[in-house]
Structures are given as C-alpha cells and as structure tokens.
C-alpha cells in the first residue's frame, strides 16, 4: 500500500508518500481502508519529535473508513462496517490498523469526511468544556484560537453550557468565523494584547478559566486574567511548549487551579469513548454542532498540509483525502 513515512523527525519535507508493507491485523485489532484521515496539530509534534514516537513511522492518529478485516477476538464492530477513530497512529495510509475497541461505528446520516474530521477535536473540546472545567451559566471562558479545530467546536460547546466565550484569532477572516460559532467577543490577537482586550471589555481579572492550545506565547497573559481560584486549561502548543511554572506562581496570581489534560485520561475505557462519540455524532446530525472543514487536500500532499497549519493558514479542520 501507499503511505506517508517519516524516517528521521524535522520539517514538513521529512513526510514523503511511497510504498510501504501492507498491514496485519493481530488479536484484538482491525485492518481499515482508509477513506479520508484527519489532521492534528499532535501530528506535526510527532513529526517534529517534540512527542517521540519509534522510527520510522506513519503519522496520523485520526481518520473514518471501512472495516476490511479483524483480528482474533475483536468485539464490537464487524466486516464492512463504516468506523472513525482518533488513537490510532498510522492513519495516513491507504489503510491502517489499530485496536478494534478504540473504533466507533459511523452512523448512517454521517459522510465519511465528516467522521474523519469530528472526533479528535470534537472530543477534546467536548472534554475541555463538559470535564475538564464544566462551564455553568455564566461563566467567562476565553478560547484561544477560535477558528482552529478545537477553537470552532469548544467555542460552539461552552456556549451550549451557557458560558460568555472571549476568543482569540490570527486575521479578520478567522474572527467572523469564530463569531458565527458563536463567540460574544473576538479578539486579534496579532493586533492587540489580548489581554488588554479582554480587561478593557469585562474589567480587571474577569476569566473563570482560559483553554490555551496555543501554550508559549499565550499562557502568561492569561494567568493575569483569571479570578481568584480559576483554572488555567493549557491544552497544547501551538506557539511552541510552555516553559515551567513555579507552584508560587499560581499563588501569587490568586490560588489558581492549572491542568494539562490529554485526550487519553478522558476517553480511557471504550464506554467513555462511545458515550462522548455518540454525543457528538447526534449533535452534527440534528445541527446543533457545525463541523467546518476548512481543507481537503490529497494525502500524498499531507507535508502541504502540514505546512498550511503551521504557517497559521488553515481554519477548521484539515482532512486528507485518499
Ligand atoms: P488548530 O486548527 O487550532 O491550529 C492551530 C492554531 O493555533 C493556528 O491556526 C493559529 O490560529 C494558532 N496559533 C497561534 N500561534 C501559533 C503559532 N506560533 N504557530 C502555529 N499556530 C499558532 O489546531 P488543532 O485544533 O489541531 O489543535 C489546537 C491545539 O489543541 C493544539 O495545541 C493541539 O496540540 C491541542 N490539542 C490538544 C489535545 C489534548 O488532548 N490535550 C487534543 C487536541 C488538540 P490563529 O492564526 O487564529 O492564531
């Protein structure tokens, strides 16, 4: 089969297509035809070696496709099945396999394109807004940036909860994106110090908490405007990973909480991935939840990709296309 390999970590260019040995699945797993894969930004960490997986390697961890064949003692799904999943790595191929119990059926109502694309992002934002900290009515959650991945469908989310959704976003484009999901107030934050922003609008230490998958160049601000025992979500690293903080820190800005959640500690049984899957796939269906897919690029191209998200270029999800 054709697949993207990275032999040695480095920039876009280190993704090249070529031919690889067809997969296997063994006990528990299933061998997939991939239809369309998505793109994250843990991708590029892959890539890059900031999160080291074993060379060489295939990247992508998301995609939606069908069920071709099944190893010893899988449960769940059969042969035939439409499935998408977001934990297995390896997904930019022709075909991947993983653990049979980390797929969830796609159901009819559903495109392809739209299940390769939901689940990574959709259940990080779904965590990060229902979990990780539960918005009430109310509260004041600043998203930063709104028109990514996460940043569309977080902000859709917490406004379902009821919360006021400050936003960040890199162009004028991106911010009326973020604001038909719903966000009440936009910020450009390569124009303005968002936090300036964010105090001019709602007064001195207005947030109960910040999601920050933009990690180095934001999280400082935002610790400054968090109310006394809010939480600070850093969630990922677009900017680049955020350097330590001294516990004193934390005090000292008013007895804050801080987390670093992953995806895996959210989703860890099959229960807990189908429930929050099933959720999210009954959300899209009946129009509660938009799914922007910004891109649809061959897989072959998937260093363009890579190069798009970034150069800050992409908004919504990024898929690959068989
Ligand atoms: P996005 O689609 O949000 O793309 C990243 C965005 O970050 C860019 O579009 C850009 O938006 C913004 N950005 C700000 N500064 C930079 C910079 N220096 N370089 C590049 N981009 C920058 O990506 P995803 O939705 O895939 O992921 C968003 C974040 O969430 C990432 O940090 C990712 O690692 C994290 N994540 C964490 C998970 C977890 O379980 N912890 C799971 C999934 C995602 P703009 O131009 O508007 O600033």
């Known amino acids: 089969m054709q697949a993207i390999r990275v032999e040695d970590y480095g920039?876009?260019?280190?993704?090249?297509?070529?031919?690889?040995?067809?997969?296997?699945?063994?006990?528990?797993?299933?061998?997939?035809?991939?239809?369309?894969a998505g793109v994250n930004y843990i991708d590029t960490y892959h890539r890059t070696g900031l999160y080291p997986v074993?060379?060489?390697?295939?990247?992508?961890?998301?995609g939606a496709g069908v069920v071709r064949e099944l190893g010893e003692g899988t449960e769940g799904?059969?042969?035939?099945?439409?499935?998408?999943?977001?934990?297995?790595?390896?997904?930019?191929?022709?075909?991947?396999?993983g653990p049979a119990e980390r797929m969830v059926p796609v159901p009819p109502g559903v495109e392809i394109e739209s299940a390769a694309g939901l689940l990574l992002q959709g259940i990080t934002a779904y965590f990060l807004a229902n979990a990780t900290f539960p918005l009430s009515e109310g509260d004041r959650a600043l998203?930063?940036?709104?028109?990514?991945?996460?940043?569309?469908?977080?902000?859709?989310?917490?406004?379902?909860?009821?919360a006021e959704v400050f936003t960040t976003v890199g162009s004028a484009e991106k911010g009326r994106l973020?604001?038909?999901?719903?966000?009440?107030?936009?910020?450009?934050?390569?124009?303005?110090?968002?936090?300036?922003?964010?105090?001019?609008?709602?007064?001195?230490?207005?947030?109960?908490?910040?999601?920050?998958g933009v990690g180095a160049a934001t999280f400082d601000?935002?610790?400054?405007?968090?109310?006394?025992?809010g939480m600070m979500v850093t969630f990922g690293n677009a900017s680049g990973p955020v350097p330590p903080v001294a516990p004193?820190?934390?005090?000292q800005e008013g007895s804050l909480f801080l987390t670093r959640p992953t995806m895996g500690d959210y989703m860890a049984t099959r229960a807990e991935l189908l429930e929050t899957a099933s959720s999210l796939f009954e959300m899209l269906i009946s129009g509660?939840?938009?799914?922007?897919?910004?891109h649809s690029i061959p897989m072959a191209e998937a260093a363009r990709a890579h190069r798009m998200l970034e150069g800050r270029e992409t908004t919504g999800k990024v898929i690959l296309t068989s």
């Open 221 to 229: 601000r935002g610790l400054t405007l968090l109310r006394p025992r």
């Open 248 to 251: 004193l820190r934390l005090t």
């Open 143 to 162: 998203v930063h940036a709104g028109a990514g991945g996460v940043g569309l469908l977080l902000i859709q989310l917490a406004k379902r909860r009821g």
């Open 54 to 62: 074993g060379l060489p390697f295939t990247p992508g961890l998301e």
């Open 178 to 212: 973020a604001e038909s999901a719903g966000a009440d107030h936009v910020i450009c934050y390569r124009e303005t110090d968002f936090g300036d922003a964010v105090e001019e609008i709602a007064g001195p230490r207005p947030l109960d908490v910040v999601y920050d």
């Open 77 to 97: 799904i059969e042969v035939g099945d439409r499935v998408a999943w977001s934990t297995c790595l390896g997904s930019y191929a022709e075909q991947v396999v």
């Open 11 to 36: 920039g876009p260019g280190h993704m090249e297509w070529r031919e690889v040995t067809d997969p296997r699945p063994g006990p528990g797993e299933a061998l997939v035809t991939v239809l369309a």
């Open 288 to 294: 509660e939840l938009g799914l922007r897919i910004g």
